[in-house]
């Protein structure tokens, strides 16, 4: 799935919304190129579909795959270029697409934009290789001289902006090794395969190059950097602009690190590109030269047209990094003195970098991209700030050009203003690192500074301060104006850069830029949040409310506004993890009352289901066909149960998300309440492709996943569902292996809480961490005694304890933690109602108002969400499974049941 959340902030300033709509409400839209609007020509059609707007001759009639063109361009020079290609592809009758506005040009070559699809303007469709032939050379004449980005999925012809790449002309799916829908391209044999679109030129292995590219091939292996007089070890850091690498001096063997700049990509939001970047902070560090608290510069040097740094490597470790070893938060039950050594520490560390920025400033130099991946502590304790590419000189106006999540500025800061807000957003984050918040709603550092109080014995003024830094609005310059999320002109505002939230959960590379924090605090006033998640059922309706609020019925693409995910595959705003039908089953299961519009605003979507829908259960058809059964729609629903017998299964993974768990636990519980057999038959199918595994010639690169949505629990829950129906007792022997199979993954951690080992980090949650696992353990100690299993879920239990995490949703945050409490079975401390209104308390630490009602942000914590899997309604899920009336639950996980044989009633719902 695309993880570039950040560019999903400019279309609106509460919720996640696809890039090509940010037009419709900012200035974006003024930035349409004239081809954009031009008339149609004769015998030709005009198609616009998210960030591309395609042109063919009506009776035109193209391969479904095969060479393809791209073209690349600069912002100063893409409307030349596009008039160009434009004129040349219509007089020779070529089709053609194009990124139809300056903004979304600016967006495709931003600093985190997606590497695999960064610089792609134009795309030109030959008909046939001689065609692919004839077009390379005439656009590549046409365009001498033409500066544009390289585009690191294709082939680049000669120095200029034409590029060549073998894929896929026309949408065709298919599932990739992990069972996530691709575009496909087919093989020989016509078993479509993923057309693999990452930063490195490939071909497939049956395509074989014309023989007209052999010189530009050639050129490209010819360009390395094995002259450099350093030796990469390992690369740090990539994005659209170069990598970061950790490298060898080889004249003296010592260790430095080398920063990477491609010119006109990596745009920040002044239109710099990596290369004007990488000088601008050459110039900075030079004058800070001999602080002690930032880098030295070694060197500077050009490898073909890559631009390199060399820079003095710190022995020392980014300031993200301590919170996993000191912070006690990630602890079930610190005690006062742990929580004191922390707060001493915390507090220092601030004074440190408070002192090195003040000497940065000194020396006459706005730092501007303070946060706490480039802040470094070294062995010592000093402080080392690290990545100046957006300082600049403290007399000038600039704005903010590149910005964590956490720490991006309000739009009304310039100068050293930006690193004054930095500073203060750093005072609540070092104790309770939520800050990524602000960027919906300044007032919420009122409510950060009021939790941290209330946790941590630190003197209430050093938080005061930062509340009234953060929340003060700054008289702007005249003349220097505060633009919105986007200028007049289309320009994007302050690039977010990726990061990694500091406790438990990664926030995932943003690839664009977001809005800063607008200068006015919002008009609406109240207390944020407008009332505690466990201030029962006056919270259900608050967030029932909030989420009826932020429908939009108008639209076709989705009902409730929610994760990015909702736009990475067809119908995914209709689905039941992202889309409408997991928000209409929370809203019904929690007791807040049908939404009867919602409903038919689905009805009427699913008549005809988008092309290419998924066919998973969180992902696609199988989920939404369940929910209308629920609901009480059965007639759509076995329409939908129709689609679904009619397509393939063995070619799914074998998940519960999207796999053929999913499908058989959908299609057993239809079986049940419908009564057709076929329903079943078809169940029974589906799992005996998921205890086969994934198809043959499919296996998974690296490390097999783990957990409820993505690992062997999920065909566990499958086949111990089965059971149940079915008294078989191999069902049951099925679901033991699954469920040792994952385990197997799990580490033992602080205290003994057992997590998922994913290599690099270790994961409690719902979703893809232990916590997933343990409930089904639940449900299979009902069945059978079990030793291990019976251990493994009390330390489980554990996992679910600890004070703090990094978001509040129910796949992966604090919600999960509340619902799998309140549900367990599990006869073990930490699991009475104690511990579950404590993770209560910590759920409403994300609590943010939505028009004045309770509402939670979704993945990443830069927008608000109403979805299931990330935002509003699976919270209000998990507060209703332990505060309902009647135990709110997940599909074909119910609330707990006495111990027995095999169930008699339905228990796909609660």
């Known amino acids: 799935m695309n993880k570039g959340y950040a560019v999903y902030c400019d279309a609106d300033p509460q919720f996640y919304d696809a890039p090509h709509r940010t037009g419709t409400r900012t200035g974006a839209g003024r930035s349409r190129y004239a081809a954009a609007t031009a008339p149609v020509p004769g015998g030709w059609q005009r198609n616009e579909s998210g960030d591309w707007l395609a042109l063919r001759p009506v009776d035109a009639e193209l391969p479904a795959q095969g060479w393809k063109i791209h073209v690349s361009a600069c912002l100063d020079n893409a409307e030349s270029v596009l008039d160009r290609v434009w004129r040349h592809c219509v007089t020779g009758g070529t089709a053609f697409k194009f990124v139809p506005s300056r903004y979304l040009l600016h967006q495709r070559n931003a600093k985190y934009a997606d590497r695999a699809g960064s610089g792609k303007f134009i795309t030109v469709y030959p008909a046939d290789e001689a065609d692919f032939e004839r077009l390379v050379g005439e656009l590549s004449e046409l365009l001498t001289d033409e500066p544009g980005p390289h585009i690191l999925s294709d082939l680049r012809i000669g120095d200029g902006p034409v590029h060549v790449r073998y894929g896929g002309f026309t949408r065709r799916n298919c599932y990739d090794a992990e069972g996530e829908l691709r575009p496909a391209v087919a093989g020989p044999d016509g078993v479509l395969v993923p057309d693999l679109r990452g930063p490195v030129f490939r071909l497939p292995d049956w395509v074989n190059a014309p023989a007209f590219l052999r010189p530009h091939l050639d050129a490209r292996s010819a360009v390395t950097v094995a002259d450099l007089p350093y030796t990469i070890e390992s690369a740090l850091h990539f994005s659209n602009g170069g990598g970061v690498y950790l490298a060898r001096d080889s004249r003296t063997g010592g260790r430095v690190v080398l920063k990477e700049a491609r010119p006109h990509a990596g745009l920040a939001a002044d239109g710099a590109d990596a290369v004007t970047?990488?000088?601008?902070?050459?110039?900075?560090?030079?004058?800070?030269?001999?602080?002690?608290?930032?880098?030295?510069?070694?060197?500077?040097?050009?490898?073909?047209?890559?631009?390199?740094?060399?820079?003095?490597?710190?022995?020392?470790?980014?300031?993200?990094?301590?919170?996993?070893?000191?912070?006690?938060?990630i602890e079930a039950d610190p005690g006062e003195r742990r929580l004191a050594e922390y707060t001493d520490w915390a507090v220092d560390v601030h004074a440190r970098v408070t002192d090195a920025v003040d000497q940065v400033h000194a020396r006459g130099v706005v730092f501007n991209d303070l946060h706490l991946f480039n802040i470094m502590i070294r062995d010592d304790d000093s402080v080392a700030l690290l990545d100046f590419e957006s300082a600049h000189h403290v007399d000038e106006p600039g704005r903010q050009t590149v910005a964590n999540p956490g720490f991006v500025a309000p739009s009304d800061r310039r100068g050293v203003a930006v690193d004054r807000y930095a500073l203060a957003c750093l005072r609540?984050?070092?104790f309770l690192p939520l800050t990524s918040l602000l960027a919906v709603d300044r007032r919420k550092a009122a409510h950060l500074a009021d939790v941290v109080a209330d946790?941590?014995?630190?003197?209430?003024?050093f938080l005061d301060a930062a509340v009234e830094e953060i929340t003060r609005v700054e008289r702007t310059p005249a003349g220097t104006g505060s633009a919105g999320p986007a200028s007049a002109a289309g320009e994007p505002v302050p690039m977010v850069r990726g990061a990694m939230s500091p406790l438990q959960e990664p926030m995932a590379p943003v690839q664009g830029p977001t809005p800063p924090v607008q200068g006015p605090i919002p008009a609406v006033q109240g207390p944020i949040p407008p009332v505690r998640p466990d201030d029962w059922p006056r919270s259900r309706d608050s967030m029932a409310e909030a989420v009826r609020a932020s429908a939009t019925p108008t639209r076709t693409d989705r009902l409730f506004p929610g994760d990015i995910a909702q736009f990475a595959t067809a119908g995914g705003g209709l689905a039941f993890g992202h889309g409408a039908a997991g928000v209409l089953y929370a809203l019904a299961e929690s007791g807040a009352g049908r939404y009867e519009d919602g409903e038919q605003w689905l009805?009427?979507?699913?008549?005809?289901?988008?092309?290419?829908?998924?066919?998973g259960f969180h992902d696609g058809i199988a989920g939404i066909a369940w929910t209308l059964d629920r609901l009480g729609h059965r007639d759509r629903a076995l329409d939908l149960t129709e689609l679904l017998l009619d397509q393939p299964f063995d070619q799914l993974a074998p998940d519960l998300h999207s796999g053929t768990a999913g499908l058989g636990l959908a299609l057993d519980s239809l079986a049940v309440t419908t009564g057709q057999t076929t329903l079943h038959s078809a169940a029974l199918r589906c799992a005996e492709l998921a205890a086969t595994g994934l198809p043959a010639g499919r296996e998974a690169p690296g490390r097999p996943r783990a957990g409820l949505l993505y690992g062997a629990t999920g065909r566990a829950l499958l086949f111990l569902r089965l059971f149940e129906r079915t008294a078989d007792t191999t069902l049951l022997d099925l679901a033991r292996d699954a469920l040792r199979q994952d385990?197997?993954?799990?580490?033992?951690?602080?205290?003994?809480?057992?997590?998922?080992?994913?290599g690099w980090r270790t994961?409690?949650?719902?979703g893809a961490g232990s916590v997933g696992i343990g409930m089904v353990l639940d449900d299979y100690l009902t069945h059978r005694e079990d030793a291990e299993f019976a251990q493994a879920r009390t330390e489980i239990v554990a996992a679910a304890q600890a004070m703090f995490y990094a978001q509040p949703g129910?796949?992966?945050?604090?919600?999960?933690m509340v619902l799998h409490l309140g549900r367990t079975t599990t006869p073990a401390p930490g699991t009475g109602p104690e511990a579950v209104r404590r993770q209560l308390d910590a759920l409403s630490w994300h609590a943010m108002s939505y028009e004045g009602r309770l509402a939670f942000p979704g993945e990443q914590m830069m927008r608000l969400s109403m979805d299931l899997s990330t935002g509003t309604a699976g919270c209000l899920l998990a507060v209703a499974s332990v505060l309902g009336d009647t135990p709110a639950g997940l599909p074909f996980l119910p609330p707990p049941r006495p111990s027995g044989g095999p169930m008699t009633r339905p228990h796909q719902g609660s």
């Open 743 to 758: 385990l197997a993954r799990c580490v033992r951690g602080a205290g003994g809480a057992l997590q998922v080992d994913e």
């Open 277 to 329: 970047r990488l000088h601008r902070e050459r110039r900075a560090l030079e004058r800070l030269s001999g602080l002690g608290c930032t880098p030295e510069v070694l060197d500077h040097l050009t490898v073909g047209e890559h631009h390199f740094l060399v820079l003095e490597y710190i022995d020392g470790k980014p300031l993200n990094t301590f919170f996993a070893r000191r912070h006690p938060l």
């Open 455 to 461: 946790q941590f014995p630190v003197d209430r003024a």
């Open 603 to 615: 009805l009427e979507r699913t008549k005809q289901p988008p092309s290419g829908m998924p066919l």
């Open 810 to 816: 129910l796949y992966r945050g604090v919600a999960g």
């Open 763 to 766: 994961m409690p949650y719902l």
């Open 428 to 430: 609540l984050a070092l």
